[in-house]
């Protein structure tokens, strides 16, 4: 069974990039799709976008177009999702999960979570 | 991009009662259409994917239901651990969440 563990908490300067890392264990990664979510204090989840380690292919939420690139390292079975141009709005957890049964579905597991805070 | 709508947006039940929430979608999505429960720092959980098929070692109080645009999540008899915060997702078109039903203990 495969699990995701995400990077530790940050606190970052508004402008600035954040860059989350998720790694998997127990399972064949480049099998997977994995998929970003945000969740800011208080509030809902939000889709940021996936990767599909395999193809190389990245998509993301029209919302985020242009200040997120997710990317993933088959080599260490590791994921990542970099934000930029951070504003206070971005402070959030931030979330990695596997996409089932392929490269559109549900999110099962699902990471710990890491916690963003923006401020200046 | 397709909203998806809870409601209520906050239920109080008691303990062995039945709960039931609600999640529409703006147009759609099938039978594409996924539960999850979170509890106060924790990540979500998944429950029900294909609008009525439970999780591995989900129990059996927690079902699913509906199509199209209608879906229902009802839990049988709450448990106390059963508290929390639900949300449904729609993976037809891309991923939306719905805004989320807390369970509150009445």
């Known amino acids: 069974q495969v699990q995701l563990v995400q990077s530790g908490a940050e606190v970052k300067k508004p402008g600035s990039s954040v860059k989350v890392s998720c790694k998997a264990s127990?399972?064949?990664?480049?099998?997977?799709?994995i998929s970003w979510v945000r969740q800011a204090p208080g509030q809902g989840l939000e889709w940021m976008g996936r990767i599909i380690p395999i193809l190389g292919i990245a998509n993301y939420a029209q919302k985020f177009q242009g200040r997120v690139t997710i990317t993933a390292d088959e080599s260490t079975s590791t994921a990542y999702m970099e934000l930029s141009s951070l504003r206070s709005e971005d402070t959030a957890v931030y979330y990695c999960?596997?996409?089932?049964?392929?490269?559109?579905?549900?999110?099962?597991?699902w990471g710990q979570g890491t916690l963003v805070t923006v401020s200046s | 991009e397709i909203v998806m709508t809870q409601s209520p947006a906050t239920l109080s039940v008691s303990p062995g009662e039945r709960a039931t929430l609600s999640c529409r979608a703006s147009q759609s999505v099938s039978s594409n259409l996924a539960w999850y429960q979170q509890k106060p720092g924790q990540a979500p959980r998944l429950l029900i994917y294909?609008?009525?098929t439970r999780a591995t070692g989900i129990p059996a109080r927690f079902s699913g239901s509906g199509s199209g645009t209608e879906f229902t999540l009802t839990i049988s008899s709450l448990q106390s651990e059963d508290f929390a915060v639900y949300y449904c997702q729609q993976y037809n078109n891309w991923y939306s969440f719905g805004q989320g039903t807390k369970l509150e203990i009445k």
């Open positions: 999960a596997v996409v089932l049964p392929h490269d559109s579905g549900w999110f099962d597991p």
């Open positions: 294909g609008a009525s």
């Open positions: 127990g399972g064949t990664f480049s099998s997977y799709t």
